[in-house]
């Protein structure tokens, strides 16, 4: 079955929360953004963050973990139901993404996913480029982060 | 400090890396963040389209990023990432590939809502050892435009 017919376009899918510690923004801070307002809490405050914050990569990866997250009991749910569940492939890349606000050491942030087109690739025959919406929503309903991702999908 | 907003003038260019992508690093990425099973073992990479145990593209852009701090965001009143207009992973990063690569200044602005910063959009480029590109990524950086606002 293809992912557009399990999930239909403009329906937002809830993948999951993850909680930002300071010690996991450091710890990602140290090996791929060692700027200060990601690395020391007195710092921070200093910086126009005003305080110790993810780096928006580790927001954006964390969206990754989220989703496998999520499709590996989607997968394990359509397998029970006796559905195929969908072929997803590696992603070419993603455009538009936005650090709209800043993610805070302490913060939770939820993590969406909203299907908005599926088109069979011409040069590809089997293959199939689905565009999603992707977004990261905090503790206060605020959203931190959004990208459109593009992600292949076979037959 | 080395660099001020002024010398990100369109069209000037930093290098990026060199940075050696071991099997470790791409393993322990994978494990918090991308748990596939092609960036977890090597046997898998090599029966996935990959074709070897292969970085997250994820883990790509948290090297690329750490290549960006390192050559010239350590050494610039940089305040924040703005945002990515496109991120294309071109061809896989594997275990044992060095990447290096260049960042080109695209525009060079002033905000408009932010007194004292400036806004610059920037082109990242990545190659492997055998100078394929492997990522290509435009995004966009707010500086200070001086040392005042800089420490404010």
């Known amino acids: 079955m293809k992912f557009i017919d399990l999930y239909p376009t403009d329906v937002r899918l809830e993948l999951g929360t993850i909680h930002f510690s300071a010690a996991s923004i450091i710890r990602y801070a140290e090996k791929f953004d060692p700027q200060s307002f990601h690395l020391d809490a007195e710092a921070a405050k200093n910086s126009v963050f005003e305080g110790l914050c993810a780096s928006g990569w580790q927001t954006s990866a964390s969206w990754m973990k989220c989703f496998l ?8 749910r ?3 139901q006796g ?8 992603s ?6 936005k650090w709209l606000r800043p993610v805070y050491a302490g913060d939770d942030v939820t993590y969406f996913t909203t299907m908005k087109a599926s088109r069979a690739l011409a040069s590809r025959p089997g293959t199939y480029m689905n565009t999603t919406l992707n977004e990261g929503v905090n503790q206060h309903g605020d959203v931190v982060v959004t990208f459109e991702s593009n992600d292949l999908e076979f037959d | 400090m ?20 071991t099997a470790e690093e791409i393993i322990e990425f994978a494990e918090e963040f991308d748990p596939q099973p092609m960036h977890l073992s090597e046997e898998a990479g090599k029966a996935s389209i990959l074709g070897g145990l292969a ?18 965001i350590s050494h610039s009143p940089s305040q924040a990432g703005l945002g990515v207009d496109l991120v294309e992973w071109k061809k896989p ?11 080109t200044v695209i525009e060079q602005r002033v905000s408009k809502t932010r007194p004292g910063m400036g806004v610059v959009k920037l082109r990242h480029e990545l190659q492997n050892q055998r100078g394929e590109i492997v990522c290509i990524a435009e995004l966009n950086a707010m500086l200070a435009t001086s040392a005042e606002t800089a420490s404010a």
């Open chain 1, 78 to 80: 359509l397998v029970a």
């Open chain 2, 2 to 21: 080395k660099y001020g907003f002024e010398d990100f003038t369109p069209g000037r260019s930093f290098p990026l890396g060199p940075k050696l992508v």
């Open chain 2, 55 to 72: 970085a997250s593209g994820w883990h790509t852009c948290g090297m690329l990023m750490r290549m960006t701090v390192d050559s010239y």
């Open chain 1, 92 to 97: 070419p890349g993603f455009r538009n993404l």
């Open chain 2, 93 to 103: 990063v594997l275990a044992g590939d060095t990447l290096s690569g260049t960042t």
């Open chain 1, 83 to 90: 559905i195929e569940p969908p072929k997803l492939g590696p």
């Open chain 1, 69 to 76: 997250n999520f499709w590996s009991k989607e997968a394990r």
